[in-house]
């Protein structure tokens, strides 16, 4: 990966791992203080194992177990990382760098998780659809 996809990247971790507001100024990327209007630089997840070190924090936090390891290929050192729910088996994803492994591997955690959550709410749906004895509940919550 090139520095400009490395940023991309640092840039999808901030906003899909960490919910922040990213706005990208001077050809990076920067995180919008909630307190104010000053700007932080992204940090750099993909890049720095400090940085990707907070991805795993913020991974196990959430739930995921985690593997990272390396191998050998084509003569050449390739990082592999996973995050999984419990119990489940991982799927590893691979770069050249253990800092960018972990970032890749987060993304598609947050992506297969997100996935199966819409497929639950579409499987919901649908079973709700075909029952002919639901009675619609208004919603007195204050609003």
Excluded at 5 to 31: G, H, M, P, S
Excluded at 46 to 59: F, N, P, T
Aim: net charge positive; charged share 25%.
């Amino acid at each position: 990966m090139n520095k400009t996809q490395l940023r991309e990247l640092d840039k999808e971790i901030a906003t899909k791992i960490f919910k922040f507001a990213v706005v990208a100024k001077d050809n990076d990327f920067y995180i919008v203080r909630r307190n104010g209007f000053a700007l932080k630089p992204v940090p750099l997840y993909s890049s720095r194992l400090d940085d990707a070190h907070m991805v795993l924090i913020a991974m196990r936090e959430n739930g995921f177990s985690y593997n990272v390891g390396s191998k050998i290929q084509n003569n050449s050192l390739i990082w592999v990382a996973s995050f999984h729910p419990e119990g489940s088996e991982p799927s590893f994803l691979e770069s050249h760098s253990l800092s960018s492994a972990i970032c890749l591997a987060a993304l598609e955690a947050k992506r297969k998780k997100n996935n199966r959550f819409v497929k639950m709410l579409t499987s919901m749906d649908s079973n709700a659809n075909s029952n002919a004895n639901i009675v619609c509940i208004e919603d007195y919550r204050k609003k």
